[in-house]
């Protein structure tokens, strides 16, 4: 059984950096169809896709998000992680690590966190 | 870049059938993906592929798609099916794109 569970603090401040960390359990990181993803939800809002790792390291940001995101993985402790800096009230969500998997021309979110809400308040 | 257009909500009385569309210019060339999120919980993938159902997805749920729209129809709707449907499709150039959502009221 696939398993994914996201930690961090709940409440950051503005312009500070947002952390949040990714275990995964019952799957390789390492392998060369997952990919591992971030996915957020503002209140009320949609879904919005943040951005993802490979297990090489490689990773793959949404544009709207790139100059302020990095996402990183250690497959030796089978986790990924998030860092988006200079937050603002606008990254205020709900924040989901998911698994895409890759296969027949496409990806798709197979397994997701229970997600953890971030906000950012003084 | 890919844009999906989903209605916003769709009502539906117990025993009946929902059909949700997700409409975009590329559907007829990207697969399709469904996902069910409920109040306070993560989306569950419920439909890939356009007409896959992974295992433990009651047989209820079914997809299909055509040159620009996908459908997601839940067949003899339960209580239980409340909830808000995401489409979701992926190309290389617009990476992942989520449709807004449709909320599924059960009368």
């Known amino acids: 059984q696939v398993q994914l569970q996201e930690s961090g603090p709940g409440l950051v401040r503005p312009s500070q950096t947002l952390s949040l960390t990714c275990n995964v359990s019952?799957?390789?990181?390492?392998?060369?169809?997952?990919?591992w993803s971030w996915v957020r939800q503002a209140p009320g809002k949609g879904l919005e896709w943040i951005g993802y790792v490979f297990f090489s390291g490689d990773p793959y940001y949404n544009p709207s998000l790139r100059s302020r995101l990095s996402i990183s993985v250690d497959t030796s402790k089978s986790q990924f992680s998030l860092s988006l800096t200079s937050v603002t009230a606008a990254d205020t969500a709900v924040y989901y690590c998911?698994?895409?998997?890759?296969?027949?021309?496409?990806?798709?979110?197979?397994?997701w966190g229970q997600g953890i809400l971030v906000t950012v308040s003084s | 870049s890919s844009v999906l257009t989903q209605p916003p909500s769709v009502s539906v009385a117990p025993g009946e059938t929902a059909r949700i569309s997700c409409v975009g210019d590329k559907i007829g060339s990207e697969s399709v993906h469904w996902y069910q999120q409920k109040p306070g919980q993560a989306p569950v993938l419920v439909i890939y592929y356009n007409s896959d159902r992974p295992s433990g997805i009651p047989e209820r749920f079914s997809g299909s798609a055509s040159e620009t729209t996908a459908t997601l129809t839940i067949s003899t709707v339960e209580a239980g099916d409340e909830a808000e449907y995401f489409c979701q499709v992926w190309d290389s150039s617009s990476d992942h794109v989520f449709g807004p959502g449709t909320k599924v009221t059960v009368l």
């Open positions: 019952g799957a390789s990181m390492s392998s060369y169809t997952s990919y």
């Open positions: 998911a698994r895409e998997i890759a296969a027949s021309g496409t990806r798709v979110f197979d397994y």
